[in-house]
């Protein structure tokens, strides 16, 4: 078992990480925060371009059939630019969901879409994922639980601390699947959508303690860079163990998503726990580090902090990731 | 005879007939709707309007002096007033630069004519104050602001930048320290200047969740009268280690805000039905005992001024130096304790919002944009005011000076360990 990126997921992360600093990406937040979805909807078709919106799609329906690895590279990569829309959704989720759940009518009609880039999708799945984040400005909204799979009707908005999250409540439309199979599926969209969320979380967290560094080697005072104090030192270097220790988790849940659905539950519910801790202790200490310069919004940490609040505690919470690991370990899932 | 024995938590008659008059008259006149955020016009002429009911009713500074409005009520009692205050959930104190930080300064370090021209107006709202501080180059490292005050007739002209000043948008007034020397600590003098003079520029802050909390001064050669030097002139820095001792300690962050607020997380805990997740149960189990533990503390502290200020009985004769008296004097005497209790009351208020929102799970994130940077702790049932109150709470380790200043104060200065390179 390999849980370090290979040389060509290392390349990919290069590739996508060149896409996104070019994009401007505060920027294409803003708007898209303030109903200007057009730019970010631009940018999503980057990424289909650079084979990320395909990646847990099957060669069949036009994807790349990656293995999940790759999907926690990209969401990684994706958290560390805060880009705004529905990642752990759209490329981890639905694309599972829906593979998994096995007909072949919804596959045709979305898999290639979602692939290529010409469809973002979102879900709820109440109540880990309440709302659908986006529904208004996605092409493709469902709402599911453990019987049933629908198209969900966009309703009313509620705000995220996270002003790029665009929250909507969805009623339900449309039946799309019904039966013994949902459940497994809608299972596997959890999973999958817990780790692209946990990458995101890890990838933020890394942004943070880059850019708490840089800053703590900038800012001076009583006559040196406070990066100088030890104070400031101990606590930045707790968070470079938190985040490095996160990240063979996460690599060990991806693996567990493809080959080992025994171990699943717990190895994912491992990562999330890890990762959000991980990065909340980042951005804990990246506001700390900043002073009163990171509480002012213009200094730009919030876009990060605030993804790092609010997926810290969606696509299940850290009490319901605990409680799987729990009944995994007593029920003796111990390999 | 102190309200509060050693091992008694009894309140006397008096204080139980304060807390119920204050319980009451909270009952009876605090909105049911909260008021419209403090840093909109709306919500600035709102809370003014607060105050001067709580003065009238003379609820509004009960520790002071009765010639000024208060009611010279003890120490104790003012933690009774706080604890019932926000149990009540009352409006935030919009002058609470002024009536928690300038106030106690006042009272030390101020004229006669200072406190009669001030006090009054500040106990009404008639005029709010913002604290004027911290410059671009000069947060923690204080001493190291640039901002000056030059001698003109019959005052200064103040000059420079301030930043992150709480208020300083919609208040009246500021305070602030100014360079009048090249000495770093005893070049510096403390002044009151009138935030509408001439030569004065705000420019408003927008914080992290949306509200405008803060804002930086400019300032162009504004005049301020020899009346509004507090202290000596060179002598500032010594009066604002005065202030910050207030704003470190119990006064600006008084423990009711955190009773209040652990006795809310309780009921969302209990609401929520969460009990079964063992961390999370334990997580609110030690904020509840961290939020008894900072209310006790302060009875005892509290109880113990009331005594200090009591002229003492000459001790028995032998027994003058008891060890153990000695040690805890010399913690509490050294004027540097407020550093613990700054470091207490920030990291459980953290703490306490931080389980609050793990309890709310996904619906943590919805509502409450705006964290106001005066903001009260949430409710039990509602998601916005825990991530008001949780934006709020993380502020709380950086201002009034950084908790990683703080702890090298306790560790020099409160327990003796070798000064550090600065
Ligand atoms: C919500 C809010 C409200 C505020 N309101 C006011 C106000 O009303 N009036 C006002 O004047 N100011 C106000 N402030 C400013 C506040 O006083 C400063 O933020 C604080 O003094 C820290 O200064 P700084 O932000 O420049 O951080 P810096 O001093 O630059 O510190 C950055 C980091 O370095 C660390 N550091 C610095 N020196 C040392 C050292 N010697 N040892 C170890 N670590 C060190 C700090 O702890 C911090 O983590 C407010 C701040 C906030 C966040």
Known sequence: MKLTPSAEQEQFAAALHAMLTEADIPTVARQWAADDPAPGQVLWRRLAELGVTGLAVPARWGGLAAHPADLVVACEELGHHALPGPAAESIAALPMLLTTLGDDALCETWLPRLANGEVIGTLAVPP???????????????????????????????????????????????????????????????????????????????????????????????????????????????????????????????????????????????????CADAAQRAARTALQVHGAIGYARESGLGSWLTRIWALARTWGTQSWHRERIRTALATGALT | MSPVGTMNLDLDHETRAFRAEVRSW??????????????????????????????????????????????????????????????????????????????????????????????????????????AWSEPEAGSDLAGIRSRAVRTDGGWLLSGQKTWSTRAAQADHAFGLFRTGVDRHRGLTYLMFDLRAAGVTVRPIQQVGGATGFAEIFLDQVFVPDADVLGAVDQGWTVAMSTAGHERGLSLRSPGRFTAAAQRL????????????????????????????????????????????????????????????????????????????????????????EVALDLLGPHAETGGLRADSAGRAGDAGGADAWLDGYLFSLAGPIYAGTNEIQRTVIAERVLGLPRGRR
């Open chain 2, 266 to 353: 309780v009921r969302l805990w209990c609401q929520a039905g969460t009990h079964t997740d063992p961390a999370l149960s334990d997580r609110v189990v030690a904020g509840w005992i961290a939020a008894r533990a900072y209310q006790l503390h302060s009875y005892g502290t509290a109880t113990q001024e009331a005594a200090d200020r009591t002229p003492e009985p000459p001790p028995p004769p032998g027994r003058a130096d008891r060890p153990a008296q000695a040690g805890a004097t010399a913690l509490r005497g050294s004027g540097h304790a407020a550093s613990m209790t700054k470091v207490f009351w920030s990291e459980l208020d953290v703490a306490l919002h």
């Open chain 2, 26 to 131: 909270l009952a009876a006149n605090v909105p049911t709707a909260p008021l419209p955020p403090v840093d909109t016009p709306e919500g600035d002429r709102a809370h003014r309007a607060w105050e001067r009911r709580l003065a009238a009713a003379g609820l509004s500074v009960v520790s002071w002096p009765t010639a000024y409005g208060g009611r010279d009520v003890s120490p104790l009692q003012w933690l009774i007033f706080e604890e019932e205050y926000h149990r009540a959930r009352a409006p935030v104190r919009i002058n609470q630069n002024g009536l928690f930080l300038l106030a106690p300064t006042l009272f030390t370090h101020g004229t006669a004519e200072q406190r009669a021209r001030l006090l009054p107006r500040m106990a009404r709202a008639d005029d709010v104050w913002a604290q």
């Open chain 1, 128 to 274: 880990h994922v309440p709302y659908a984040t986006d529904a208004d400005v996605v092409s493709l909204v469902l709402r599911a639980d453990e019987q049933t799979l629908r198209l969900g009707v966009p309703g009313p908005r509620r705000r995220s601390v996270d002003d790029t999250r665009r929250l909507v409540e969805v009623a339900d439309g449309a039946l799309l699947a019904t039966g013994p199979a949902v459940g497994p599926a809608v299972g596997h969209a959890l999973n999958a959508g817990a780790l692209a969320c946990a990458a995101q979380l890890l990838g933020a967290g890394h942004a943070l303690l880059e850019t708490t560094l840089r800053y703590a080697g900038q800012r001076t005072q009583f006559g040196q860079p406070i990066g100088q104090f030890q104070a400031v030192k101990h606590q930045l270097a707790d968070v470079a163990i938190g985040l490095e220790f996160a990240r063979p988790l996460l690599y060990a849940a991806a693996v567990a998503l493809a080959d080992h659905p025994t171990t699943t539950a717990r190895d994912v519910s491992a990562a999330k726990v890890a």
